[in-house]
């Protein structure tokens, strides 16, 4: 706990620090920062899950408590109006105690409503950051000042640069995700559904579905050509192929984001397309150091694809370079190699060049990417590549002028199995990089 106390303490100074800047460039005297309302489904009575808003978990690891506030002026030490109501219908969260409360100075608020009268009177200088604009109206704050631009951009650049408390989360996350992980994958053995296995990657992680930072693609079979599979069937399939996993977990606010994909039968053409599509990505992985622009990786990838498509004898006839610069990889690899990571999952701020917000796109060729940033020491990526067998993108390919370089015989065979993704989760340092999933063994 006190590792944990001194790496929060120098996390705030970090932030206070940013804070006098962003306030000093825009003549601002405070920063409010709302954790987020509860929103109520339309025509009835109950709330969706509550999502906190992630500049407010940037500053504190309160996740699941709606109408909080944060005042943040970088001199004084943090203000958080902590909601704490008289409720016998729900658990109310009593006021927190924990190894971070020393850093903030914390105000029950028992009724959402009294912020009005709480807040500090002198509000015409102040930026709010958060999720519900008619609140920053109703307190007082002008409209120029709800969430403005500059001040987001620079608050969203600066969380590419973790601290050691935001590692330790992180690596936390990991550990708790790499659990569900071997769980899952003993399930899908055992030959569970989707659904099972789904509940024992929950079981194991401690975490219910609205807890995960996203929803998990547990994807049997075929299933795994849809990137983002999520139906979850309740009944196994009466022939177990494949499994493709992608499935994280959050700890104090931070995401952990992992996919492995398993044959069902070691010796099958499948289980080896696996096995090597594993050593490109770790070979890729291998080549990463600062300095180098995120973009470099991700045609990397597509180089090294070619070369998977040519030795398991998917595409003929043509060099590894022909076929990445017509794109035959494409329909094969048709998202990013990856993203930034951190307090969301598809983290802020990928394509921004600097703290004004200079924005470079993803490459024309390639416009799923998510990033384009030059690695620097600190930020948090993913790595996962893919290898799908799927027939809207390779429809076109069959009738088109390449059509006699595809072998459709192999590839059809393929195409019960779904894909391949393989993700791990890159801490970039000044002189190597760290692979916090694999330094948890996770094959």
Same mark, same amino acid.
């Given at each position: 706990m006190e590792t944990l106390v001194n790496l929060y303490h120098d996390h705030i100074k970090v932030l206070q620090t940013r804070a006098q800047q962003v306030l000093a460039r825009f003549e601002l005297d405070a920063m409010l920062i709302h954790s987020g309302e509860l929103l109520t489904v339309f025509l009835d009575d109950h709330t969706y899950p509550f999502k906190v808003n992630p500049q407010f978990k940037a500053w504190l690891p309160v996740t699941s408590v709606p109408h909080c506030w944060l005042w943040i @002026?970088?001199? %004084?030490?943090?203000?958080?109006?902590?909601?704490?109501?008289?409720?016998?219908?729900?658990?109310?969260?009593?006021?927190?105690?924990?190894?971070?409360?020393?850093?903030?100075?914390?105000?029950?608020?028992?009724?959402? @409503?009294?912020? %009005?009268?709480?807040?500090?009177?002198?509000?015409?200088n102040v930026a709010y950051i958060g999720p519900v604009p008619e609140r920053a109206s109703q307190i007082g704050i002008k409209s120029a000042s709800v969430n403005p631009q500059g001040v987001i951009d620079f608050l969203h650049y600066h969380r590419a640069y973790k601290t050691d408390y935001e590692l330790y989360c992180m690596r936390q996350a990991q550990k708790s995700a790499v659990t569900g992980h071997r769980a899952a994958k003993e399930a899908f053995l055992s030959g569970m559904s989707e659904f099972d296995i789904n509940v024992a990657y929950l079981s194991a992680t401690g975490h219910r579905d609205i807890d995960v930072p996203y929803g998990n693609i547990v994807a049997l079979n075929e299933h795994a050509s849809i990137l983002h599979y999520t139906q979850l069937d309740h009944l196994p399939p009466e022939q177990s192929r494949s499994f493709l996993l992608d499935a994280g977990t959050e700890y104090n606010g931070y995401a952990a984001d992992l996919t492995r994909t398993y044959a069902a039968h070691g010796d099958s053409e499948f289980a080896q397309l696996i096995k090597d599509m594993n050593s490109e990505e770790l070979a890729l992985i291998g080549t990463m150091k600062a300095g180098v622009r995120y973009t470099e990786y991700h045609q990397q990838m597509h180089q090294r694809l070619a070369r998977l498509l040519v030795k398991h004898q998917l595409i003929k006839g043509l060099s590894e370079e022909a076929i990445v610069a017509n794109d035959l990889t494409g329909p094969f690899m048709p998202h990013g190699i990856g993203h930034p990571l951190g307090l969301q999952v598809h983290d802020v701020a990928g394509f921004m060049q600097d703290d004004s917000g200079t924005h470079l796109a993803a490459p024309r060729q390639y416009p799923w990417l998510r990033c384009t940033r030059i690695m620097e020491p600190r930020m948090v990526v993913t790595i996962e590549p893919g290898l799908y067998f799927i027939d809207s993108l390779l429809a076109p390919w069959r009738e088109g002028k390449f059509s006699q370089h595809f072998d459709w015989g192999r590839i059809d065979a393929l195409k019960p199995y779904g894909g391949i993704r393989i993700e791990d989760n890159i801490v970039i340092h000044p002189h190597s990089v760290e692979n916090m999933t694999r330094d948890l063994k996770l094959a």
């Open positions: @002026d970088g001199v %004084n030490k943090p203000k958080l109006w902590f909601y704490s109501p008289v409720d016998y219908w729900h658990k109310v969260e009593p006021l927190p105690q924990s190894f971070w409360t020393s850093e903030m100075e914390i105000v029950a608020l028992r009724n959402a @409503d009294d912020i %009005n009268q709480l807040l500090p009177a002198q509000r015409q």
